[in-house]
């Protein structure tokens, strides 16, 4: 299924492979590819119940893996290259993404773990921070596929509307660069989007998402504290370390050393391939694995009957994150 989700993923035409000014980009993800391939062929074919089983426990396991190697592709000084109102925009989305999906997953009645799964997801970068965050408040195979299902979806919809909706608002450059680096999940959409949009609002865009992921450290540090308490943890007895699984200390350690640029540029007779390319694509390849793993426990006609709620969610928080960063761009940019 891995191996499958990757040759759609490389495909050579729209919309797997897409060019334009920055080069060639493929928007949709090989794990996302990888997921529908396990939800197909759970499907579609009848499969050994151990099978199945079996496949329940590889997201717990391979996760962490994947998470910890994603930091070799992080640089936490992007944080400083935006400008002080654009890291103002980007902070005050992050929160009312999150603080939106919250109150309208109470609304409808969502499972708390799933609303505050597609919040992280909106806030942050997608798949990414859902499979982060997830381990934080222990939250079921179940939630993980509703959120990362819902955000995904609404990301694709998202890269493509948006370009059209700058065009009919006669967005600037910088300002387009900002609401799509403010408000698409992933990054591969936010490039997608914004590089058709323009080159200069492609480039700011790929600061301001950078910016975002940067974000997710201190963001899963102060959900901790937050989902602490909301479970009844009095002040006290928080221990700061034990809020925080031990793959972030590792997702932060392979950061720091890529930000210090301490990380080997490995040489091979092909040529040079940075030590931290190969880890963010092992990254990658582990997450697509452990998302086959998940896809082969969805039975879709029970996801049907509960994914609405999720949608509606995703769909209202997303919303509000377009409107409320548009808002802020039009007063402080």
Known sequence: MTALAYL??????????????????????????AMVAGIAIRNLIRLPGSLVESARGMPRRVIPASIILTGAGLNLAAIASIGFRALLITLVCLTVAMASSIWI??????????????????????????????????????????????????????????????????LSDQAFGVWTGTS??????????????????????TMVKLVRVALLAPFIFVLGMWHARQEGARK??????????????????LAALNTAALLPV???????YPASRLLADVSELLLAVSMAAMGLEVNIVQFARVGGRAMLVGTLSGLILLATSLLLIRVYL
């Open 266 to 272: 490995l040489q091979f007779r092909f040529g040079a």
């Open 8 to 33: 759609i993923h490389f495909l050579p035409f729209p919309p797997f492979r897409v060019t334009g000014a920055s080069g060639v980009r493929y928007p949709l993800s090989a794990a996302i590819l």
């Open 184 to 205: 698409i999940h992933a990054v591969p959409q936010v490039l997608a989007a914004a590089f058709a949009y323009s080159q200069p609002a492609g480039a700011l865009a």
């Open 236 to 253: 006290t007895q928080i221990r700061y370390h034990r809020l925080v699984p031990p793959f972030v200390w590792g997702f932060l350690a």
């Open 105 to 170: 997953g109470a609304a409808v009645k969502l499972v708390r773990k799933t609303a505050i799964l597609i919040g992280a997801g909106t806030a942050i970068c997608g798949t990414s921070a859902i499979v982060a965050v997830a381990p934080l408040i222990q939250a079921e195979d179940q939630d993980l596929l509703l959120s990362i299902g819902t955000v995904n979806i609404l990301g694709l919809l998202f890269m493509f509307a948006m370009p059209l909706l700058g065009a009919l608002l006669q």
